[in-house]
């Protein structure tokens, strides 16, 4: 991405300790890293690798409980960051070091508006000051293809869309003119286009700022889009590291080649039962939020033992017509059929029974899961509520949906979510769905936040659990692979409307709704080039178009 091949961090035999049962654990093991200005690293692994632990350690940071081992040098133009005073080291970090996080929306501050966030930089160090900040942000909005880059930094952080906050988050990195950001998993949650959008932006502002990145996701199509080296790693090992188009060509190593070759699994398609009533009927739906309205005559029907995936970028009304189903927000008009019988609107007013039926698993089961709930206590009180089991029927009812989700009891009983990787705790939050015993449940971005490898593994899962137990699976998902793999049929939704629906086999063949097309096209593929040559053939701010285009018609 530049001429310019200085040397800005060096890393040398990096190894971080973690603290776990009054002992010091090595889960770093000796990295060496060298990184040039204006040059992209990506980093790249499966949970637990090491990603976002070396990301904060080339910024002199380590997380609670973890500390660099002596030994380790991380070397940032010149300064030796293990031996930099703390008070200088804070200096460093925002000003010439920036972070950009996965979750914008857990990182920003809900009661300030998004411009005072990031004026709150240049100000501490004195780089600008209040009015000039704040003329610079709107100028970085701009580049950013924000939106009314001069008003919309005076909107709150839940006043923007996901895709929009990410990018503002990136813009508030690029304040103080870095010479190094920590992009860590920035698009992970976003729906295609948006990431496209956040992808290119992200391309942009490195590109005309010289700025160098290290980038880290477990996708390796996006690595693909944004890096000029990849680095490897495996459970705080480097596996290999090579120039992107040499790693894409001929990866080396074994556990390389398993990462490349991924997401192999898909089942065949069931067909539509020819008789018979939907198990979930969604008839002519609208919906409100306040004075809102959100969803527009959303019609579709659910059968038993089939996964419906419903895909759409954010704000179409995915799990806004979830929330109608489950009851959590009752409709303005039309109603929701369960088995051919109208379901009370407000969940409130529906019986145990119907509320057993119904269940939902979330996608940040981070947030989704009690830390200080163990394990036995976060999947036994709903069988415990729906069932009325107690004593040692309840805790044989908790080993059994544990050996369902293929965890053992005997190991995981007495655990607590904290001491879980992100695929265990989103196979404690299937356990808990399933321990009502429902025929339907509402899976909403389940695999998103995961690794390929996990994800594929939740998906098999998933699989799994619907053939023994003959459930049916409304799944919600921006990921078009996702739906390739598991679902049976599509619906597309687009500003609150159904724009297509179909057969998943009949859904990926054109000719396509435009919005569909859209959608399909910004699926990132495993070639450096890729968007580059979608970006050329939309025109470099022509993505926004294409939205409106789609939306007149």
Request: with cysteine.
């Amino acid at each position: 991405m530049t001429d310019n091949k200085d040397v800005l961090l060096k890393i040398k035999h990096l190894r971080i300790e973690g603290y776990s049962d009054e002992n010091w654990i090595e889960i770093v093991h000796g990295i060496d890293l060298t990184l040039h200005r204006g040059e992209v690293m990506g980093l790249i692994g499966e949970s637990g690798a090491g990603k976002s632990t070396i990301g904060l350690a080339a910024m002199g940071f380590t997380r609670d409980g973890c500390r660099i081992s002596e030994g380790s040098s991380i070397e940032f133009d010149g300064m030796e960051l293990t031996t930099t005073p703390q008070a200088d080291l804070q200096s460093l970090r925002g000003a010439r070091i920036a972070y950009v996080a996965q979750s914008a929306a857990a990182s920003f501050n809900p009661a300030h508006k998004l411009i005072d966030q990031h004026t709150e930089a240049p100000l501490q160090y004195r780089i600008q000051k209040r009015l000039e900040s704040q003329e610079d942000a709107m100028q970085l909005y701009e580049r950013l293809r924000l939106p009314n880059p001069r008003e919309i930094g005076f909107r709150y952080p839940h006043q923007v869309s996901g895709g929009q906050l990410q990018r503002a988050m990136t813009a508030m990195a690029m304040a103080c003119r870095p010479d190094l950001i920590i992009f860590d998993e920035p698009t992970t949650a976003l729906d295609v286009t948006t990431q496209i959008e956040v992808l290119s932006a992200i391309r942009d502002i490195v590109d005309q700022f010289n700025t160098a990145a290290i980038y880290i996701t477990h996708d390796l199509a996006i690595v693909a889009q944004m890096a000029d080296v990849i680095k490897v790693l495996l459970k705080g090992d480097e596996v290999e590291e090579a120039d992107t188009r040499s790693m894409l060509e001929n990866p080396q190593h074994d556990y390389t080649k398993s990462l490349w070759a991924v997401r192999d699994f898909k089942r065949d398609q069931k067909p539509r039962p020819t008789e018979g009533v939907p198990l979930i009927s969604v008839k002519n739906v609208d919906a409100s939020y306040g004075d809102t309205p959100v969803l527009y005559d959303v019609s579709f029907d659910i059968f038993p033992g089939i996964t419906v995936a419903v895909v759409g970028e954010s704000g179409s009304g995915k799990s806004t017509t979830a929330r109608c189903i489950t009851g959590l927000l009752p409709p303005t008009k039309g109603e929701i059929l369960f088995k051919g019988s109208a379901l009370p609107p407000d969940y409130r007013n529906r019986s145990k029974d119907q509320l057993r039926q119904a269940q939902m698993i979330y996608q940040m089961a981070d947030t989704a899961l009690n830390p200080k709930v163990k394990i036995s206590e976060i999947i036994g009180r709903p069988a415990q509520f729906y069932s009325g089991l107690s004593g040692p029927a309840l805790k044989n009812r908790v080993d059994e949906l544990l050996d369902l989700i293929e965890l053992d009891s005997s190991q995981y009983y007495n655990r607590y979510p904290p001491e879980l990787s992100g695929g265990q705790k989103q196979r404690i939050g299937i356990a808990r769905s399933l321990a009502a015993e429902p025929t339907f449940i509402v899976c909403d971005e389940v695999t998103s936040a995961l690794d390929q490898l996990v994800a594929e593994g939740i998906l098999r899962l998933l699989d799994k659990l619907q053939n023994e137990l003959n459930l049916s699976y409304m799944f919600i998902t921006h990921d078009l692979a996702t739906v390739r793999s598991i679902a049976d049929e599509v619906v597309v939704m687009q500003y609150g409307k159904v724009v297509e629906q179909g057969p998943k086999e009949e859904m990926f063949k054109p000719p396509h709704h435009e919005y569909t097309d859209l959608l399909l096209s910004s699926v990132p593929e495993m070639d450096p080039d890729w968007l580059t040559t979608l970006l050329e053939e939309r025109g470099v701010d022509d993505i926004g178009e294409a939205e409106k285009a789609s939306k007149q018609s």
